[in-house]
Structure formats: C-alpha cells, structure tokens
C-alpha cells in the first residue's frame, strides 16, 4: 500500500495562498490521490482528487507531479474557516477489486488573521 | 438531503463490556466504511462493505471488533470485551462513486 507524508503544521496568513505538500513515493500506476479536511469535532470532508492530471474546483486546485511520486494542494484564497486538519490520501486498489483509503498524518493548517 | 448518521454521538462503557455503535448511511449509498480515530491521530481504516460482496475486514484490530451491514444499508460496529485502548472516536462514511461522505463520529470512552 502507498503511504503518504505530510508535514504536521502550517500557519497561512489569512487572504494568502495555502500550499500543502504531500509526498506519495510508492504510488501505484492506478492509485488515486484524494485530499480531504478534518475541522475540529467533525468528520472529515471531501476537497479533491486526482489521478495524474491537475485538478481544480470550486474550493481548491491539485497539483501533481509528473512522476506522481509528490502533490500539492492549493487553497487559493485562505480564510479562517479553512483552519483545519488536511489529510492526503491514496485511495489503493484492492485485488478483489474493492479500494481502502489510506489516510496520513495529516497537515493542521492553522489561518491567521 | 440527509447525511451520514452515527448513534450514540457519545459512549462511555466499562472495560470488558461490549458496545454496538451504528451508521446511517446515505439512502443509495452502496459503499460504507468504517475508520477509528485515537486523540490526535489520523484516521485507521477498519473495515469497508461494498454492495453484496462480502466486507473486506483487513483492518479490523483484533477478533473483538466485527461489523455488520443489514440490508445493504444501516451498519453496526460491535466491539466485544472493550480495553482501555479502544477508546477513540469511530467514525463511518458512505459513497456512491469517488467522493466518502463522513459521519459525525461516535466518541468511545472506555474507563
């Protein structure tokens, strides 16, 4: 299975763009990476995800590397509601052909004001 | 519409005791896991049902821990003979494609 590494913490100055890096070595050919955050008390929410193509939507752009081994989520215009804890995940390909999401470590992205 | 629903939002139970925690998934939703989460730590996948086939519970820690998913639908995580190391919250999700939707989480406490 792949496994993914994320720095514990960032700090973003509010307005500013947010750039959390993930590494993702051992990343199969057919293993998805997928972003989701976790605020406080909830449960984690879906952003984005991609395959080997840039992605981009309403609430953030995904950028991954041509060799697919590292990626970077992007939140283009940080707030404070954004402070939360960010989790990359490789979605693996199980042989009965069923997947198992791999959840990090997870970044906590702290926005300041 | 309705999201995920997890039941009790909160559980206290003494060691050795069992404990039944319950999922609501979203209505059409042919996917759902389920994840532990220990304070400050990620999620740990546990167990995942999809459809018909029968679950995949390659991440179920030890033969105390089993689920169950009636109907194709509502699920239940019991928990047999709880240690202190269970305590977590135990979170469920369902999906359709791609995108999990999460539930609120059930916070186990086992004193």
């Known amino acids: 299975d792949a496994k993914t590494t994320q720095p514990p913490s960032m700090d973003c100055a509010e307005g500013r763009a947010a750039n959390l890096p993930c590494n993702h070595s051992?990343?199969?050919?057919?293993?998805?990476v997928y972003w989701y955050r976790q605020i406080h008390s909830q449960g984690p929410q879906y952003i984005i995800h991609g395959l080997k193509n840039n992605e981009t939507n309403e609430m953030a752009s995904l950028i991954i590397t041509e060799d697919r081994k590292s990626s970077t989520l992007i939140l283009p215009h940080a707030t404070l509601r954004d402070t939360a804890v960010y989790y990359c995940?490789?979605?693996?390909?199980?042989?009965?052909?069923?997947?198992?999401?791999?959840f990090g470590t997870g970044t906590r992205l702290k926005v300041l004001a | 519409g309705a999201g995920v629903s997890q039941s009790p939002s909160n559980k206290v139970t003494e060691k050795g005791k069992d404990v039944e925690l319950r999922c609501d998934p979203i209505s059409g939703h042919t996917a759902l896991y389920w994840y532990r989460q220990s304070l400050g730590q990620g999620l740990e996948f546990l167990i995942y049902?999809?459809?018909?086939?029968?679950?995949?519970k390659s991440g179920l820690p030890s033969d105390r821990f089993s689920a169950e998913r009636t109907g194709g639908s509502v699920s239940t995580l019991t928990i047999q003979r709880t240690q202190q190391e269970d305590s977590a919250v135990y979170l469920c999700?369902?999906?359709?494609?791609?995108?999990?939707?999460f539930g609120p989480g059930t916070r186990l406490t086992v004193t």
């Open positions: 049902f999809q459809g018909n086939s029968a679950p995949d």
């Open positions: 051992t990343i199969s050919g057919n293993e998805y």
């Open positions: 995940i490789v979605r693996a390909l199980f042989t009965s052909g069923t997947y198992k999401y791999i």
């Open positions: 999700a369902s999906s359709l494609g791609s995108e999990q939707y």
